[in-house]
């Protein structure tokens, strides 16, 4: 890394599928090449998928594959209510929902951080843990309380809960967030759970407390959908030379650190404080920050944004560009 202080200089077959065999068949009949009638086997595959098959991730990390029961969902948003088809559900990320006796649980358990007794703090420890993700908020809570005993064991416990469930769990939301094949719609969906069939146990029910992320089989995910997030790199030096390519990362803004460049950035540059510059981020909140390698301009231009002032620089070996 390169020190700001030193300078430097500015360098099973339907009907549907039969009909559509013997009009196939009877083409020559009507004066039709049947080899005319090839389609791209991709557009046929997708035709085929019931729009209601999802791919279902929990909230334990098990993913299972299951078709809904339902042709649409109700969604409460801020300008009122909307009803989404299943057909132009892309996925959809699950607000963290506690049920309520299990809520009354987990701050009995947090309450008990503090206890005089060092038994009872341990097997409070203990407990929250055991409750995963679903606990989460209440932790995040705790660990900024004014109780040093608490605020450390909550912050011990989540530290814990992360060992033991994938980076994307960790993520606390207030609202459900569904992507469809026509925009973004955000807001809480109605309901307690769906009814869904699969192929190995029937009929079964699915709780909205227990289900984290949706993915449709109908509307496969974009390259950026399928995005892994990953721990926060510090720096983007060591991805430098995969230009094209998108990553995301989990970022807590900062304004520690050196940035060169406006928009475009060196790929030597503190990626928390970038973050903060491009808007991506707020100072101290914690966010997903989508990031995309490019081939380095001519020279990189500084400027002031959001409390965050940048350097510029001349020609540089990587760059780096943060996805609003």
């Known amino acids: 890394m390169r020190s700001v202080n030193i300078p430097r200089q500015p360098i099973g077959l339907t009907f549907g599928a039969l009909f559509a065999f013997c009009t196939l068949m009877a083409?020559?009949?009507?004066?039709?090449?049947?080899?005319?009638?090839?389609?791209?086997?991709?557009?046929?595959?997708?035709?085929?998928?019931?729009?209601?098959?999802?791919?279902?991730?929990?909230?334990?990390?098990?993913?299972?594959?299951?078709?809904?029961?339902?042709?649409?969902?109700d969604v409460v948003t801020s300008s009122g209510k909307k009803?989404?088809?299943?057909?132009?559900?892309?996925?959809?990320?699950?607000?963290?929902?506690?049920?309520?006796?299990?809520?009354?649980?987990?701050?009995?358990?947090?309450?008990r951080l503090g206890s005089e007794e060092f038994e009872q703090r341990e097997k409070a420890g203990d407990e929250?843990?055991?409750?995963?993700?679903?606990?989460?908020?209440?932790?995040?809570?705790?660990?900024?309380?004014?109780?040093?005993?608490?605020?450390?064991?909550?912050?011990?416990?989540l530290a814990r809960i992360k060992n033991?469930?994938?980076?994307e769990l960790m993520e606390v939301h207030e609202e459900d967030v569904i992507l469809t094949t026509k925009g973004k719609v955000t807001g809480k969906i109605e309901g307690t759970g769906w009814k869904a069939t699969t192929p190995l146990f029937g009929e079964v029910q699915v709780k909205l407390t227990d289900i984290r992320l949706l993915h449709s089989q109908a509307n496969p995910e974009t390259d950026e959908e399928k995005l892994?997030?990953?721990?926060?790199?510090?720096?983007?030096?060591?991805?430098?030379?995969?230009?094209?390519?998108?990553?995301?990362?989990?970022?807590?803004?900062?304004?520690?650190?050196?940035?060169w460049g406006s928009d475009v950035y060196t790929s030597d540059s503190t990626l928390a404080m970038a973050a903060v510059?491009?808007?991506?981020?707020?100072?101290?909140?914690?966010?997903?920050?989508?990031?995309?390698?490019?081939?380095?301009?001519?020279?990189f231009t500084g400027s002031t944004a959001n409390g965050v002032t940048t350097l510029d620089y001349g020609p540089y070996s990587g760059a780096y560009q943060i996805v609003k």
Not at 288 to 296: F, M
């Open 277 to 299: 510059h491009a808007g991506a981020v707020q100072v101290g909140k914690t966010a997903t920050v989508k990031v995309r390698i490019v081939a380095p301009p001519a020279s």
């Open 27 to 73: 083409g020559p009949a009507f004066g039709e090449d049947p080899k005319k009638e090839n389609k791209d086997p991709k557009k046929s595959e997708k035709s085929t998928i019931d729009p209601r098959a999802i791919q279902a991730r929990f909230i334990d990390g098990s993913v299972v594959k299951l078709t809904l029961n339902n042709d649409s969902i």
């Open 128 to 157: 929250l843990t055991a409750f995963g993700v679903q606990a989460i908020p209440a932790l995040v809570k705790a660990s900024k309380s004014g109780d040093a005993e608490v605020k450390f064991r909550a912050a011990s416990v």
């Open 83 to 111: 009803t989404l088809r299943m057909a132009d559900i892309r996925k959809i990320d699950f607000a963290t929902r506690v049920p309520e006796d299990l809520a009354k649980k987990i701050n009995a358990a947090i309450s």
């Open 228 to 259: 892994v997030v990953m721990p926060d790199p510090g720096s983007l030096t060591g991805l430098q030379n995969q230009i094209g390519k998108l990553f995301a990362f989990r970022v807590t803004g900062a304004i520690s650190g050196a940035v």
């Open 164 to 167: 033991t469930v994938p980076e």
